[in-house]
């Protein structure tokens, strides 16, 4: 293989707790996002929008369907003779295997894979950031500036940011110090998760952090601090534009609610930086005229009978007659039957609901922080359901809700 | 389908549908939201699992091959076989534009006879159906058939569709009897789906002599003089056709997509309908948009009132343009308070504010493709 | 995604132990064969050549090589829309992750992957055997039969059938008792480790294996014997032909040496059936007018100024001046010095072997079983070495061996 | 290379080889065991980085598309951009063939402008060489030049390869001070190499202009005329240059390719040189094989006597053949016995048993694709 300038290792690997049970049976990166994308899109878009033409996708929990989504890297022109996309789970050396143990590990233990491509620059990203950035802007900063390490900073409210892993810089944005969730911050450059290194040094930092037993073998806890007190050239690299952790149920709606601003907060219709994803085949929607359809993404494939406000409607989604849809999710494959409400909602892949329910109603004249109802994958909700606001349920509390009214009713027969 | 090597005439420049086709060829005017008239005839094959795949094009393929490029999108683009598309003047055998659809299969008879398949599914493209061959190339082998064609009943089309077209008369044992070619009163109930399957041999053996007397049609030349020593037999097809010979069928046939049963039929039953895929974002309404049966397709922007309308990528509707009943192609933009009735606009069109276009059921207004208005 | 009529999933998970140092860096399907291809272009040609667009390739053993030479596929035509090759490693379903724990073991953790494509069989191969088969005919073979599984057999001699799995079948082929290794065969249908199954009747197999404490979870010795037992139909399938399982290290050198008969054993020239492989783009070989190469197989991108006798040259190796390979296996990127003689010796990628050695030298006038010598990958072998016949030598070795040299020097300086 | 667009103009049927052109143009002319002249000068784009790439064709151009296919090899199969491929009549610029250079970029200037490239990298195909771009781009830039063309010092080239070739006289600065058409005694030291850096908008400008005036030569009627006008400098090109312009140029060329420095020069240097990968198995030598100073491709079976000798892929040489200074392109085979020296057989050649063919160095036996001798 030949030699690549940089290379994008994408940490792909977090079981992602916070999105409940949306990850239950799904890596977070391939949670669905904006109608037709998946989380991991973005970041893959970003690799190839900016030239980058090799990327390893470091997963352990669940890859099945991101092993699919990916499958040859085509949809994001991912399908090099000479580099693309990579899955890359950990794996057994000799009688022993480990799993990754932290990020900085993940990469480690494909130092191996690295080594093939001899790149000059290493860039880590998340697979969990929803943004447009040219990350080749980034590494010629990093060039310019002859950095060990840069890292990509927006800048927040100085009152959010002890939400962050904060970075204090000099004048020409050289860091000094970095501080995890500072009590006190001094800025409110907020890392992003991106960082650029020169691979030889990077290298011999993560080898380090290996041998060491004590270090939780985290870029942000462990590699940088390291870095800094060793007096390595570390730059921040701002970036202005719309960027989101999705880490949380709370902020992937709020990103899904995002994009359905105008003029948009955080515009996809740019044809020089396309978002790719892979194409489902599915003909164009139908908008019935029973249909009423209002600030609203909608996909392809899906069928509207019913009224829908302000949500996202994804591909292959069917909204039955006298259905409402206020402020929602809808995710791909969905079915909604007849004259049921859906407020507030997240509605998991295959979901299916049935006539007359009612799905996570807002109290009226309540107008408070949104509370979210989330329906997990593939749960069938039957006729007349009501389920209440900010609950989540998934088929197999179903099962278990429907065993114990049959109990009940046992119960209730005996005596 | 290992058996089967499937060909299609795109060559077909005796259909014309007005300012549509002044640059394009019929395979390559857009239908349906975000489909080229060649994805059905090209997915019936694919999805019918055949392997092989040679298009024949003639004059204004551009845009065909743009469409079409390695064949990516219909996961035609293999190392051994997938899509061969032939520009005229590509085939060393060939001398020429192309006189009738004899000759346009003559030009790539090399290439017929080099495949792997032992029998040829040839078809055109302004016949759109969705089906897969499974069933009637064992109809075709079970019969010990020379040559199987599709048919239609003709119940429910116009006359206006047979004047182009062939009507057959089956037998019982479902052998042609009988055709009559463009006739204005037709005799026969069975409209012919250009469509047929051949042996390769056969086909080559009846190229040869037809062009070597002479002649260039394979329906009146071939199939028509062949009734009695060949055993042609027919294959009913009960699904859903439209036969987009002219503006007036090109608009119908559109506005039947609108019926939830011909989706179904068109989109989902066969597998799916595949085509280029553009990575656009899904559709936008916004506040203001009122949508009423309508079919849209994705990187739509809606800010406006439609109804009963087909809505290509791309397509931007400003507050308060009122459109109705027309089909508007990719990235045509009609602008505030603008009103559209019957109306087809190609591609790059844009309709200035408060400006109207009205046009008739039977006779829509067609406005060519990049028009500023 | 579409239904499939078959999907493939190929075991290259082994270790392959007997294959010594080859695959101390390499996982077993990764190792160089015939000059330009690997071990698993085979398998992976047979599927393409056999019309099976799915293929899933098990793995867990230092994958990284396997994984970038599979990349998206496109080499074997597997790069499909819908389908193609995914590399499949264990993975963590929720906080816990568990290593394929037998080949049975392997499938039944990837059931999830098996069951997006809905297929109705589901065809078993191993990664490391050299033949050309048509599936498709076995599968049809299978589909006649209505069987619920189908072994491919082949006929050994009955003296050898002590060392395989043997078919004991009735005349019809169905297959009535397996014997894994019977002191007294009864036939001499030996199992290839080729299997068709219907999904649907597997998966509950695997499911109650998974479940059996006491199962080495394997299919020769658990899944076929439990499938006899319950009575289910089992098809032998007789392939006639070539077919070699290289797994140790004696039977690849002779697979290889195969190559070199005339006419030849087994043949690659067949156009209908080409055995793909990814192309390193190199010249084509050069002949100096020094060199005298008789009975050889010389790959693009090599230079011989030597002489070969009875030998594999493989892609990008350089044999300088007055050097004898005889009877040898070099592979891809070797470099061997002048006036060196290698003789029955398989000499690993990227080794680089100096002037004046002698490799592997067969005892004059002695006429025996072959004794093979093997140098390790990457390692670098001095001028005026001499390595012995049957010796095994990697990098590291060397560097040990240097370092007791130069204890030695320095002792003997002490004294 | 984002800046740059690539531009290979593959219409040159003013170069022709005897018989081996007869059928297909220079730049799908096999060469190298291996590969088609048009691979050199598409893998030089490649290795630059360079992601779009547009090839002219003119006639037989058939070999040539069925070569290059969607671009797979080249890694030219992109989504967006990648490679571009036109045949003449292809786009709706172009008025029928072309009748020189101006002509044919004229063709493609549509896609030229649509591009998002600053610069042009215009080249031929017949004159091969092993070379990357950036230093030549970096010099055009840095020159403030209006036009950087690629040169090579004449010596070591016979006089035979300047007939068909501009020389040119350079000044210190680099600036290109003047330039002479096929001359037989040429005053001027420096060949020019067919390959230029140009402004998108300046070519444009030159292309449009030069064709008003019914002009169409790039070098005659811009070049020259613009040497004072505009600033016009010469890149000076060290590397190995072969200029395939004659069967004899063709003969003595490939033989080069026995020189060890030369191969490495061509094919390692400056990156690989990509070609269609036809999945072949290695060469096989038997028992009997005699095999000194040869290139010898994937595929071939040798069973007898080989020297100073070009072989491609797929070549069989039996027991007793004895074949010396000759070049034998794909799947040609030489029975027992036969002698040939200095011969060039084409692709497909079977010669007999016992036949001996023999030319001479300076005019080497040329036998055409598929004869059977």
Known sequence: ???????????????????????????????????????????????????????????????????????????????????????????????????????????????????????????????????????????????????????????????????????????????????????????????????????????????????????????????????????????????????????????????????????????????????????????????????????????????????????????????????????????????????????????????????????GRRPDGKARQIELTLIGENAKIPDSTVVEKGMEIDSVMLQDIYDLYQNDAKEAKAL | MKELLGVIDASENHIQLKEITKNRSIAAVPIGSRYRIIDFALSNMVNSGIQDVGIITQNHYNSLLTHLGPGKDWDLNRKRGGLFIFPPYGGSDSQGWYRGSVDALHSIMRFIRRSEQEYVLVSGTYMVFSFTYHDVLKYHIDNEADITILYKEKKGMTPDEFKQNTLIKVNDCGRVVDMEINPSLPRFNNIYMNTFIIGKDLLDYLLDECQSRGESDFVKDILLRKLSSLKIYGYKFNGYLACINSINAYYRYNMDLLNSDIREELFIKSGPVHTRVMDVVPAMYSENACVKNCIVADGCIIDGNVENSILFRGVKIYKGAKIKNSIIMQDSEVHENAILENVILDKEVIIRRSKNLIGQEIYPVVISKGAVI
């Open chain 1, 1 to 359: 293989m030949s030699k690549k300038e940089c290379i994008a290792m994408l940490l792909a690997g977090g079981q992602g707790n916070r999105l409940g049970l949306l990850t239950k049976n799904l890596a977070k990166p391939a949670v669905p996002f904006g109608g037709k994308y998946r989380i991991i899109d973005f970041t893959l878009s970003n690799c190839t929008n900016s030239g980058i033409d090799t990327v390893g996708v470091l997963t352990q929990y669940r890859p099945l369907k991101l092993n699919s989504y990916i499958g040859n890297g085509q949809p994001w022109d991912l399908d090099r003779l000479d580099g693309g996309v990579y899955v890359l789970p950990p794996y057994m050396k000799g009688k022993v295997g480990e799993w990754y143990k932290g990020t900085a590990n993940a990469i480690s233990q494909n130092i191996e894979f690295i080594e093939q491509f001899n790149p000059k620059y290493i860039l880590v990203l998340s697979g969990d950031h929803i943004y447009k950035m040219d990350y080749s802007k980034m590494i010629e900063y990093h060039r310019e500036k002859h950095a060990d390490a840069t890292i990509a900073v927006i800048e927040t409210k100085l009152e959010d940011a002890n939400r962050f892993g904060i970075m204090n810089t000099d004048k020409d944005n050289r860091i000094y110090e970095f501080e995890e969730k500072p009590k006190n911050p001094k800025s409110n450059k907020a890392s992003m998760g991106i960082y650029v290194f020169n691979w030889n040094t990077l290298k011999n930092y993560l080898i380090a952090d290996d041998k060491n037993a004590k270090s939780e073998h985290d870029f942000g806890k462990n590699i940088i601090p390291q870095m800094l007190s060793n007096g390595m050239v570390i730059y921040a690299y701002k970036f202005k534009g719309y960027w989101k952790d999705v880490g949380t149920l709370q902020s992937l709606y709020q990103s899904n609610m995002d994009l359905l601003e105008f003029p948009p907060i955080f515009d996809l219709y740019d044809p020089t930086w396309k978002i790719y994803g892979r194409n489902q085949g599915l003909p164009p929607h139908y908008i019935a005229p029973s249909a009423d359809v209002k600030r609203a993404i909608v996909s392809e494939g899906s069928s509207i009978y019913g009224t829908v406000r302000h949500s996202i409607i994804s591909t292959g989604v069917f909204i039955d007659k006298s259905s409402i849809i206020k402020n929602s999710i809808i995710m791909p494959y969905a079915r909604i039957g007849k004259n049921t409400l859906i407020e507030d909602s997240i509605i998991a892949e295959k979901v299916t609901i049935g006539n007359n329910c009612t799905i």
